[in-house]
């Protein structure tokens, strides 16, 4: 076997070995756990920089043999993988996020009794989205989306001893299940249409013509389904911010790097056919634009700091998603994948920077993480670098990835659908300027000074904390007139400090030839954007030095509008949620009050005849002759009747 193809096979079973041997472990054994973890996801990492560097120097592998072959009565499933440039570049992301969340892990949940599943479950999802990323094979895609659905669903639910956390689990599972209903669906039509799974041999162009632009419609329909569920897009995005109630490190992972923007990858995988469906990529293209805004927008109100992130999160895949429905052939999936893995650097280290501060007040709360800037002013510095990126200011990777998506949607405008080109340009546009608007909202109340009562609020919670591990430590502290700090570990900050060299110098990418495709950037959008980012920042920190909470300068309608989520959720809950759970009291009812009355039916029956035939054993046998007598007489009436 090449190189290259050993290289694709050992990023997906390197994590996957490094689960299966961290879950055989002692329960208790946590520095085992801890090295299992972070050897099987640094190997991992090597096969992929190495996978990367053959690609660059021409190498490429498809219908790799993963798993053996499943033959069936429409043909053989091969559930094999490929190495090209778009599978590489996305697997060194993912593994390098994965290790950082990892590294940072020991740290964060060095108090987790439960630290073997969670960090064997990290690295279960790591190999499933590795999978997904490799993948040569729809069916073989499919086991790696749905067991990412599974490990999110444990790992969002890992405090299960929270309500909340198993209430977002169980949303977040049952959301992403039903866009997987289409996602499956999508699957078996090109299966049918074809009779094929191979991804390799569904987009030659030869292949793609025989399938006709009907049915490639019907089922990319459908895939997109399925993406728009497992990427947190309008209207299946409302289990994004519940589910930030897992443990940080799991926000940065799953809910920032890989599993959102796995629809992404699918997408630009497929994106041949989807230059077939036109009408697909419309679609996609007005679902994307409603999501970016109207996500952004909410993201300016939330009061919690992993809120905001994720109501963040939603907005910036959808750019990811955007580019797929604008781009031309010439430029391909390049403005999707530069703006993934910039995203997945700025955004991992907002997670982790958001994590290290409620580290030291046990709060992810805006109100409670204020003054981070005097208590850990280097966290803070970073903080500050993922959030300016986030916001676009040039010349950090933010800017450069989401001028690239603008870059497609103008070059969209020449296309075949002008309109969706206008749209995305325009709704990005203003987007941009928006998200530009909550990352200074958010900087001003996490990282400026504190007032002097919030100062003394936020001692006596410290001094309550470190009572119970350093006594008079801490009281000594406050009688001295001292805020007691918690300290940020060094794995954290060094965590940190690696995910800050992408979020400063990502935009490098637009160079470096290992993205599949172009891109493009236009002197007057790029200018534009620049302009309207630093607009962004500069006006809202304008109005935070005035009223302080630049939020509350909005109506008070629309303050109740934006955190209700414009009520998607809650329409959800009442056209959904309420209506199924009535249907299985309904169904429940009926299984204990009709199939099980005839159950306990037939006991009762039973029961009573055998009281009753008990009663005719007395034991005269007088009176068994007459019933016998009786009997004879019924017999011979019958038989004569009848004859």
């Given at each position: 076997?090449?190189?290259?193809?050993?290289a694709a096979?050992?990023?997906?079973?390197l994590?996957?070995?490094?689960?299966l041997?961290?879950l055989?472990l002692p329960?208790?054994?946590?520095?085992?756990?801890?090295?299992?973890?972070?050897?099987g996801?640094?190997?991992?990492?090597?096969a992929?920089?190495?996978?990367?560097?053959q690609?660059?120097?021409?190498?490429?592998?498809?219908?790799?043999?993963l798993?053996?072959p499943?033959p069936t009565?429409?043909g053989?499933?091969?559930?094999?993988?490929?190495?090209d440039a778009?599978?590489?570049?996305?697997?060194?992301?993912v593994t390098?996020?994965?290790?950082?969340?990892?590294v940072?892990?020991?740290a964060?949940q060095?108090?987790d009794p439960?630290?073997r599943a969670?960090?064997?479950t990290?690295?279960?999802?790591?190999a499933a989205?590795?999978?997904v990323?490799?993948?040569?094979?729809?069916?073989?895609?499919?086991?790696?989306?749905?067991v990412m659905g599974?490990c999110?669903?444990?790992?969002?639910?890992?405090?299960?001893?929270?309500?909340?956390?198993r209430?977002?689990a169980?949303?977040?599972?049952?959301?992403t299940r039903?866009g997987?209903?289409?996602?499956?669906?999508?699957?078996?039509?090109?299966?049918v249409a074809?009779g094929?799974?191979?991804?390799?041999?569904?987009?030659?162009?030869?292949?793609l013509a025989s399938?006709g632009t009907?049915?490639l419609?019907?089922?990319?329909?459908?895939l997109?389904?399925?993406?728009?569920?497992?990427?947190?897009q309008?209207?299946l995005?409302?289990?994004?911010?519940?589910a930030?109630?897992?443990p940080?490190?799991v926000?940065a992972?799953?809910?920032?790097?890989?599993?959102?923007?796995?629809?992404?990858v699918?997408l630009?995988?497929l994106?041949p056919m989807?230059?077939?469906?036109?009408?697909?990529r419309?679609?996609?293209a007005?679902?994307?634009a409603?999501?970016m805004?109207?996500a952004?927008?909410i993201a300016?109100?939330?009061?919690?700091?992993k809120?905001?992130?994720?109501?963040?999160?939603?907005?910036?895949v959808?750019?990811i998603?955007?580019a797929?429905a604008?781009?031309?052939p010439e430029l391909?999936?390049?403005?999707?994948?530069?703006?993934?893995?910039?995203?997945?650097?700025?955004?991992?280290?907002?997670?982790?920077s958001?994590?290290?501060?409620?580290?030291?007040?046990?709060?992810?709360a805006?109100?409670?993480?204020a003054g981070?800037?005097r208590?850990?002013?280097?966290?803070?510095v970073?903080?500050?670098?993922?959030?300016?990126s986030l916001?676009?200011?040039?010349?950090?990777s933010?800017?450069?990835?989401k001028e690239?998506?603008?870059?497609?949607a103008e070059e969209?405008?020449h296309?075949?659908?002008?309109?969706?080109?206008?749209?995305?340009?325009?709704?990005?546009?203003?987007?941009?300027?928006?998200?530009?608007?909550?990352?200074?909202?958010a900087?001003?109340?996490?990282?400026?000074?504190t007032?002097?009562e919030?100062?003394?609020?936020m001692?006596?919670?410290a001094?309550?904390?470190?009572a119970e591990?350093s006594?008079?430590?801490?009281?000594?502290?406050?009688?001295?007139g001292?805020v007691?700090?918690v300290?940020?570990?060094?794995?954290m900050?060094?965590?940190l400090l690696?995910?800050?060299?992408?979020?400063?110098?990502?935009?490098?990418?637009?160079?470096a030839?290992?993205i599949p495709?172009?891109?493009h950037?236009?002197?007057?959008?790029?200018?534009?954007g620049?302009?309207?980012?630093?607009?962004g920042?500069a006006g809202?920190v304008?109005l935070a030095?005035r009223?302080?909470?630049p939020?509350?300068?909005l109506?008070?309608?629309?303050?109740?509008?934006l955190?209700?989520?414009?009520?998607?959720?809650?329409?959800q809950?009442r056209?959904?949620?309420?209506?199924?759970?009535?249907?299985?009291?309904?169904?429940t009812?009926?299984d204990?009050?009709?199939?099980?009355?005839?159950v306990?039916?037939s006991?009762?029956?039973s029961r009573?005849?055998?009281i009753?035939l008990r009663?005719?054993?007395?034991?005269?046998?007088?009176?068994?002759l007459?019933w016998?007598?009786?009997?004879?007489l019924?017999?011979?009436v019958v038989?004569?009747?009848?004859?």
């Open positions: 076997m090449s190189g290259i193809a050993q096979r050992l990023v997906v079973l994590p996957a070995l490094a689960a041997c961290g055989l329960r208790g054994e946590r520095a085992g756990q801890a090295i299992i973890a972070v050897v996801t640094g190997a991992a990492l090597v992929a920089i190495s996978e990367l560097v690609v660059r120097d021409g190498g490429f592998a498809v219908a790799v043999p798993l053996p499943v009565g429409a053989t499933i091969e559930l094999a993988v490929r190495a778009l599978s590489a570049v996305v697997a060194v992301m390098t996020v994965a290790l950082c969340v990892q940072y892990s020991i964060y060095a108090k439960r630290y969670f960090a064997s990290v690295s279960l999802f790591t989205m590795l999978v990323v490799q993948s040569d094979d729809l069916v073989l895609l499919l086991i790696g989306w749905e599974l999110s669903y444990l790992l969002v639910g890992h405090e299960s001893e929270r309500q909340a956390a209430a977002a169980v949303k977040a599972f049952l959301v039903f997987d209903i289409g996602f499956v669906l999508g699957i078996i039509v090109l299966w074809s094929t799974t191979s991804i390799s041999v569904l987009l030659r162009p030869r292949e399938i009907t049915t419609t019907v089922a990319t329909l459908l997109v389904v399925g993406v728009i569920g497992k990427s947190a309008f209207p995005h409302t289990w994004l911010p519940d930030m109630e897992g940080t490190p926000s992972l799953i809910h920032a790097a890989t599993m959102v923007a796995a629809g992404g699918v630009a995988r994106l989807l230059l077939a469906a036109p009408d697909t419309a679609t996609l007005v679902v994307t409603v999501t805004l109207g952004a927008l300016c109100v939330q009061t919690d700091l809120r905001v992130l994720a109501w963040s999160t939603i907005s910036q959808a750019y998603l955007a797929i604008v781009t031309t391909g999936p390049a403005p999707s994948l530069v703006h993934l893995l910039s995203h997945a650097g700025f955004k991992a280290l907002l997670f982790l958001a994590g290290a501060l409620a580290h030291q007040v046990h709060s992810t805006l109100g409670d993480l981070a800037g208590r850990s002013p280097l966290v803070a970073l903080f500050t670098l993922g959030l300016a916001a676009g200011v040039p010349p950090l933010g800017y450069w990835s690239a998506v603008l870059g497609a969209g405008i296309g075949a659908q002008p309109w969706t080109g206008v749209l995305v340009l325009v709704v990005g546009l203003v987007t941009g300027l928006v998200t530009a608007a909550y990352c200074a909202r900087w001003w109340l996490v990282v400026r000074d007032p002097a919030a100062h003394q609020e001692a006596e919670v001094e309550a904390d470190l591990d006594g008079a430590t801490a009281v000594a502290a406050a009688e001295a001292a007691p700090v300290p940020v570990p060094a794995a900050t060094g965590v690696v995910l800050a060299v992408p979020t400063v110098a990502g935009g490098l990418l637009l160079l030839p290992i495709g172009t891109v950037l236009g002197p007057v959008t790029a200018l534009v620049a302009l309207a980012s630093i607009a920042v809202t304008a030095a009223v302080g909470d939020a509350s300068v109506p008070a309608w629309v303050q109740r509008v955190t209700a989520g414009f009520g998607v959720d809650a329409a809950s056209l959904v949620v309420r209506p199924v759970r009535a249907l299985a009291r309904l169904v009812a009926g204990q009050d009709v199939v099980d009355a005839y306990r039916g006991a009762t029956s009573w005849a055998g009753a009663r005719t054993q007395t034991g005269v046998t007088t009176g068994y007459t016998l007598v009786a009997g004879a019924v017999a011979v038989g004569v009747g009848l004859r």
